[in-house]
């Protein structure tokens, strides 16, 4: 990591994995809802897809719902980033993006690589804004899709280029 201006950084965005839904879990604790069989195995591909990619996290910032949590836990595991993984109430859903934009910027540490995992439709407008300065412009992170943005400068807009993004049906097929 280095300190000073955020410049420079790689933003990666994951959406959780595949999690019980919402008509067959308790809907008053959407919060509780945790990773299906299914989405595990799921991620099971997406750390392997991350490794064949040869990606390396500073930081791992994640939503504190469980699917979320689970989900970061699991890539912290397979990658032994344990100690560098954090839960973000900017991460939960319908937070406000320009919060969490200033918490990433104030760092004292400005990672290079930096992995937020949460949920839609916020990584997509995430995504959106930061490439193109608009919260709508059609972008889609299914779960278990992970995107990369490469950033000169965060800030609050048009910022980043979007590197790529990849489907969990594309990580399957990297090994």
């Known amino acids: 990591m280095h300190s000073g201006v955020c410049s420079g950084m790689n933003l990666f965005l994951l959406r959780h994995g595949i999690a019980v839904e919402r008509k067959e879990f308790n809907h008053c604790n959407d919060a509780a809802r945790l990773l299906t069989q299914k989405g595990k195995k799921q991620l099971r591909h997406v750390t392997t897809a991350m490794r064949t990619l ?4 500073d930081l791992i910032f994640s939503s504190p719902l469980v699917r979320a949590s689970q989900t970061a836990e699991i890539i912290a595991a397979k990658f032994e980033f ?16 320009k919060l969490l934009i200033q918490k990433i910027a104030k760092l004292t540490n400005i ?5 937020l995992v ?6 997509s407008q995430l995504i959106a804004l930061l490439v193109t ?12 899709g992970l995107a990369k943005l ?4 965060l ?6 280029k979007l590197a790529w993004l990849l489907t969990p049906a594309q990580m399957k097929l990297m090994r």
């Open 118 to 123: 949460g949920h839609e439709p916020d990584l």
């Open 111 to 115: 990672p290079r690589n930096l992995l």
């Open 82 to 97: 344990k100690r560098h993984l954090s839960y973000l109430d900017e991460l939960k859903p319908s937070a406000d993006v």
């Open 133 to 144: 300065g608009d919260l709508d412009s059609g972008f889609l992170l299914k779960k278990g």
């Open 150 to 153: 490469e950033i000169e400068k």
């Open 54 to 57: 040869e990606l390396d996290f």
């Open 155 to 160: 800030r609050f807009g048009k910022c980043a």
